[in-house]
């Protein structure tokens, strides 16, 4: 036990449980068989706004089965709670860091930018994920980063550096939806963003990296070094599309992160 969450077990556990619950089945379920089932009574719980001080101990508990369907449905219902304490907030980190399970990873990653915005460790956390072995889980990471404090700012190198990545793995689409958004943060950052610009750089001699988006990474140079604007970035930016109807934002467009409000 530690940061004031107290787990409950056994017979009394269940008890509890089903007094609390006033013999609601999703308490019931958290002990079934099937892992569908056991999803589903905790994304139930996770419903129970009123009960929270009894229910956010046993979904964090659920952080543990064995099902990642199960722990997906955990990292989800925590963050759809409107208040969790900070060790709850450390599992759903931890399960963004270190789970087995890339859907896990990932959920989590979502889940930490709406528990803990404003925290360090979220901005860390999603540092490290841009890491991640798959690429997939990386993506999610640097995408989020618009949701954290300083809006990637003390990330940008690690975002540019991202890109490259992305030009190697990712697929047209991806890339397409990812370059726009990772510019507009390092242009929103100005010289704070400066770290980024080598790898910026090295973008526009990359002849894998796709022409056409190219004068967008130019005019987002020219926000770093103070000699561009967000409309010079923005208007570079409408001229990229994407790699067909579907894709990105509505209509095929790039989905853009927001420019920051006045």
Known sequence: MSRG??????????????????????????KSG??????????SLAGKQDQAETVIPVIVK??????????VAAVEGLANLKSIPDAAKAKIQEAAAGDSSVKVRKA??????MV????SSTTETLKKAMTDST?????EGCLKMSFTADKGASSAKEMAEFLKRAVKEGDEMQVSNVVPNILVLLSQSGKKAAPAKAALEALQNDPKFPE????AVEAAIKAIEGEGSMEDVMR????????????GGPGGGPVVAPPPAP
């Open 5 to 30: 969450i107290v787990y409950l077990t056994g017979i009394s556990g269940l008890l509890f449980m089903c007094s609390c619950g006033e013999k609601d089945p999703a308490w019931s379920e958290l």
């Open 34 to 43: 099937d892992a569908a089932k056991r999803a589903a009574a905790v994304a």
């Open 62 to 71: 659920a952080l543990a089965d064995e099902s990642e369907d199960v722990r």
């Open 108 to 113: 989590a990653i979502g889940a930490l930018v």
């Open 116 to 119: 803990a915005p404003e925290a």
């Open 135 to 139: 690429f997939a889980v990386a993506l």
């Open 212 to 215: 056409k988006m190219k004068p």
């Open 236 to 247: 570079a930016i409408s001229t990229i599309g994407t790699a067909g109807p579907g894709a």
